[in-house]
């Protein structure tokens, strides 16, 4: 299931031994910024690796922010700022080069964006070519690789040379997947991966969450309760940027310990 | 509230007569300027305008092939001066000058460049380079279209890139490429027919400004050879012409005028061409 070719991409650290180890993360009173409006409020968190952790939380309330900041985009908007400190496998982020860091925390977002000019092949490939993979029967293992992990390769592999932006709006999606899955990241953060897609695809999207998991960790912001107790193992319920409750899913879904995790996940807000 | 529904049917009714009128008035004034240029420049245009050189004063007949050649060449030469200037600012300021003071400060300095009337960037191409060598030239007249050039690439480069969505920017960055080729392989491809419109309708823009190019290009009666000496050109010579007590050089100045809006509405609609093949975002 790895991709060995693709290993020099990751980051020469003690952690990036082929068996992937653990690739937790561990975000210690981390508090972040637009501007100066206070989106996230010291928020503790400990995802653990090779499962599903759910964001879950009423619009505005930091959990798109959160994910942002694991692997340093948050920054990338003018006038964000981010304190506290997240570690990855124990290793501060802050300390690692943003662009080294994103290729071992890859990223999948609530609107699929494929690259307008690219085909469906040079999407996929995109991560490795842009950054120096030349050998053409390399990248075309990877791609491969790639959209078959993103369960898409059957449909789409007698139209690589086609543009991304024909696709259909799950296949699209999982396009973007296939294309952060081909720098061969250890952790997989996916901003509300189905909310702009039908019922057939979100299901198709979340049946491919629960067999990445074997071999990443990932983390889902979703609107979608129903979503986040299928397929996640650990739920974290933001509101107003603070973590209020964060545990085993099913004990959040069945037995909440706090009146407001009660309240939204039954709907009396939201 | 009597008459309330039929007030505003009213009110709706003139407003909207008001702007059709406008629209009209708008698509009337440029019909009427290519027309009145065209009915009095087609009947002087003529090969001889295209190959020959204009006629001593006192004889008829001539052409300006010279000052056809000579506008491209100073388009030529200010394209080279001002677009790799204009560009590469453009692109700072749409990936690195958003909501900072440096951003600012370049464009709100280009858009005051963009406000100076054009002879002052013509006096000061004037001191900058033609009073140093002496003569005027053709380089002189490069340099001040190309200066007037810089700050309007600048802009239309901003904001043809601000078109692409920051998405697509975050999106090519969580690959964990370095900003600079998600500016270069990513951001700059999507948009690249934009950006090649921008720059020919900033060129088409400058191709028609007369002022710059008095006291710098000058203006030439012969052929121009290379970048030093004086050079003629289109605008030059429709002011030099049309303001001359000669009925001849009046027809040759419509004339001039004609080719002249034919080679900047011809690059309007190349780039109109350009961005309809623009891939959609």
């Known amino acids: ?270 | 509230m009597p008459g309330t529904y039929r007030h505003r049917q009213r009110i709706n009714a003139i407003a909207f007569a008001m702007t059709g009128l406008c629209a009209l008035f708008t698509l009337g004034v440029l019909f009427f300027i290519l027309g009145y240029v065209t009915v009095h420049g087609v009947s002087s245009l003529n090969w001889d305008f295209f190959t020959k050189l204009p006629k001593p004063v006192g004889e008829t007949g001539g052409g300006m092939a010279n000052a056809i050649v000579g506008t491209f060449k100073l388009i030529g030469f200010a394209a080279l001066v001002g677009l790799p200037v204009g560009v590469l600012g453009g692109i700072y300021l749409a990936e690195f000058g958003q909501g900072n003071t440096i951003g600012f400060l370049v464009r709100y300095a280009a858009d005051i460049i963009n406000g100076v009337p054009s002879i002052v960037m013509g006096i000061f191409a004037y001191a900058v380079v033609v009073l140093p060598m002496k003569h005027f030239s053709a380089l002189a007249g490069g340099v001040a279209l190309g200066i007037m050039l810089i700050p309007i690439a600048v802009r239309s480069t901003e904001e043809f890139l601000k078109l692409v969505p920051m998405a697509i920017r975050e999106a090519a960055l969580a690959l964990g490429l370095p900003r600079w080729k998600v500016i270069v392989r990513v951001v700059i491809p999507t948009a690249l027919r934009g950006l090649l419109t921008g720059v020919l309708l900033d060129l088409s823009r400058v191709a028609g400004e007369t002022a710059p190019l008095l006291f710098t290009a000058f203006g030439n009666r012969f052929w121009s050879v290379g970048w030093l000496n004086p050079i003629a050109s289109l605008p030059v010579m429709i002011f030099t012409y049309a303001v001359a007590p000669y009925e001849d050089w009046h027809r040759q100045a419509w004339a001039a005028a004609l080719v002249l809006l034919m080679i900047v509405l011809a690059t309007n609609v190349g780039a109109r061409v350009l961005m309809r093949k623009q891939v959609k975002i």
Request: proline content about 6%.
């Open chain 1, 1 to 270: 299931m790895m991709l060995p070719m693709a290993q020099d991409m990751t980051v020469p650290s003690a952690t990036s031994d082929p068996v992937k180890p653990s690739h937790g993360i561990e975000a210690i009173k981390v508090n972040a910024w637009f501007g100066v409006k206070h989106v996230l409020k010291d928020i503790h968190m400990k995802i653990k690796p090779r499962q599903v952790t759910a964001i879950i939380g009423p619009s505005g309330c930091g959990k798109s922010t959160f994910i942002r900041c694991l692997n340093r985009l948050h920054e990338v908007v003018p006038g964000a700022r981010m304190e506290g400190q997240i570690l990855l496998d124990g290793a501060d982020i802050w300390e690692l080069d943003p662009v080294m860091l994103r290729r071992r925390v890859g990223m999948v977002f609530q609107k699929a964006q494929p690259f307008p000019t690219m085909s469906i092949f040079d999407n996929v490939a995109a991560g490795l070519r842009l950054n120096g993979t030349r050998n053409q029967t390399q990248l075309s293992t990877v791609v491969e690789e790639s959209l078959k992990r993103a369960a898409l390769w059957d449909e789409v592999k007698d139209a690589l040379d086609k543009p991304g932006t024909g696709l259909s709006g799950g296949q699209q999606q999982r396009l973007c997947i296939a294309r952060a899955l081909a720098v061969n990241p250890a952790i997989l953060l996916m901003d509300e991966p189905c909310s702009a897609l039908d019922p057939i695809a979100t299901a198709k999207i979340e049946e491919l969450i629960l067999d990445l998991k074997k071999n990443y960790t990932i983390v889902i912001v979703t609107h979608n309760m129903q979503q986040a107790a299928r397929v996640s193992d650990e739920t974290a319920f933001f509101l107003l940027g603070e973590l209020i409750e964060f545990g085993n899913t099913k004990q959040i879904f069945t037995n909440p310990r706090d009146k407001r995790t009660e309240d939204y996940i039954t709907g009396r807000f939201g």
